[in-house]
Nanobody
Framework: VQLQASGGGLVQVGGSLTLSCAAS????????VGWFRQAPGNVREFVAV????????YYADSVKGRFTISRDNAGNTAYLRMSSLKPEDTAVYYC???????????????????WGQGTQVTVSS
């Protein structure tokens, strides 16, 4: 499956953005879909994931209550709705899919098989 992330951009503090992750060559229904981010000089950081088996969603503490992950019913596109954005949310955001379904696995980027190319989110103060 190929993934295409989009929707990034420049936004002011407190603003909102919705990222999209479009799948081709396969369906997202058989995978857990996650979002990670990486700021310059930092390691890739878990942001959010939707487990394919239970449908449960998990979030990093830093984004809980501000970000929402979802997937369309057709199983072709996943979204990350981001609100109340902060300067520390600035990063390249990546979507990825994993055959795993528990939080302990899904919070680890090495458990993901396919990645999108990343989309830049910049939050200005």
């Amino acid at each position: 499956v190929q993934l295409q992330a989009s929707g990034g951009g420049l936004v002011q503090v407190g603003g909102s953005l919705t990222l999209s992750c479009a799948a081709s060559g396969g369906t997202l229904r058989i995978y857990s879909v996650g979002w990670f981010r990486q700021a310059p000089g930092n390691v890739r950081e878990f942001v959010a994931v939707k487990s394919y088996r239970s449908g449960n969603t998990y979030y990093a503490d830093s984004v809980k209550g501000r970000f929402t992950i979802s997937r369309d019913n057709a199983g072709n596109t996943a979204y990350l709705r981001m609100s109340s954005l902060k300067p520390e949310d600035t990063a390249v955001y990546y979507c990825a899919v994993s055959p795993y379904y528990t939080y302990s696995d899904l919070s680890d980027h090495v458990k993901y098989d396919y990645w999108g190319q990343g989309t830049q989110v910049t939050v200005s103060s």
